[in-house]
């Protein structure tokens, strides 16, 4: 559904159930991704207005379906996480032409280079702690009932590289080092975000605080360390000092240190430290998938072609993590 007439029209329909008569305003497109777009607009009843989003696109086999998206966002909430509020969520097409959700709009700041810019050391340090919090809250969270997947992030990783048909020798030394230093389960699978990191963080830097943790798409179950270190790669820190190697806010130790306190648990770091060698080969793997979508013709984009040219960056983000072991 591409005309903004019919889609005012048709969100009123679908939002009438929690929300009533209303009309749909100021309805403009944000982002329009290749697999999802973000829309924003204004819901307008009698007793006044409501900022909310609207996020949709086709179904696919790789992201969460809307459905699950807002019963993950649902169980977090409840664990007192910082998620926006979700109003309805359909997988089917039936509605506005594609599956979608509705949620409030959450005020605040994405853009890591004006987080960076607006935060001092104490700022850093407080939402670094919030941060940490929020992931303490969503493990918290219920994960059962609700339709996570559960798959093996490393063997994931193998197969998406050997249906490309490709590798690299770093790539092949990371693979051989996480086979062999695989540690043991020791924990029950957790509601994990997927892709907890700036970014995908609102965050009001008046306060300072973290607003809003956005972007459920690669929700599952899985390991609490695996959101953990993701956080924490290279990539995330938008250039960041090395001694902000935790999102650009802080040390990771200090921010492992405040999950501990959060979630009441000791982790292990060596534990971590497999996980941040997994999820710093997962990117590079990554890079080399949006750039044989360019490559094959799958979608031509510019922008894709240069996520594919930092493949060469995580070989050496490797090379560093497996040389000091």
Do not use: K
């Not at 710093?280 to 360019?294: D, F, K, M, N, P």
């Amino acid at each position: 559904m591409t005309d903004s007439g019919d889609l005012s029209q048709a969100l009123a329909r679908v939002l009438a159930p929690s929300l009533g008569t209303i009309t749909v305003e100021n309805l403009r497109e944000l982002t329009g991704g290749a697999s999802r777009a973000t829309w924003a607009f204004d819901a307008v009843a009698d007793t006044g207005s409501r900022a909310l989003i609207l996020r949709i696109g086709p179904p696919d086999e790789i992201h969460a379906g809307m459905e699950l998206e807002a019963a993950a966002l649902s169980r977090a909430g409840a664990t007192g996480a910082p998620v926006p509020q979700v109003l309805a969520a359909s997988n089917s097409v039936d509605a506005l032409g594609n599956p979608f959700l509705v949620c409030d709009f959450v005020p605040g700041e994405t853009i890591v280079r004006r987080i960076e810019r607006a935060l001092d050391a104490g700022g850093r340090a407080t939402v670094l702690q919030q941060c940490a919090n929020a992931l303490a809250s969503i493990h918290r969270a219920d994960s059962t009932g609700i339709g996570l997947s559960h798959a093996d992030p490393l063997n994931e990783s193998r197969r998406q590289l050997d249906d490309m048909g490709d590798t690299t020798a770093t790539f092949e030394w990371a693979f051989r080092w996480l086979e062999s230093h695989r540690p043991p389960r020791t924990e029950n699978p957790v509601l994990v975000h997927g892709d907890f990191r700036m970014g995908n963080l609102i965050v009001d830097t008046e306060t300072p605080r973290l607003a809003a943790v956005l972007d459920w798409e690669l929700t599952h179950a899985g390991s609490r360390i695996e959101d953990l270190a993701w956080f924490c790669i290279r990539a995330w820190r938008f250039g960041a000092p090395r001694d902000l190697s935790a999102g650009g806010l802080g040390s990771i130790d200090d921010f492992l240190t405040a999950y501990e306190r959060a979630a009441a648990i000791t982790l292990n770091r060596n534990h971590f430290h497999w996980w941040l060698v997994l999820a710093t080969l997962r990117w590079g793997v990554i890079c080399r998938y949006q750039a044989e979508r360019h490559l094959s013709g799958q979608t031509r984009s510019v922008e894709l072609a240069a996520i594919g040219r930092r493949v060469c960056e995580t070989e050496w983000d490797l090379l560093n993590l497996l040389e000091v072991r």
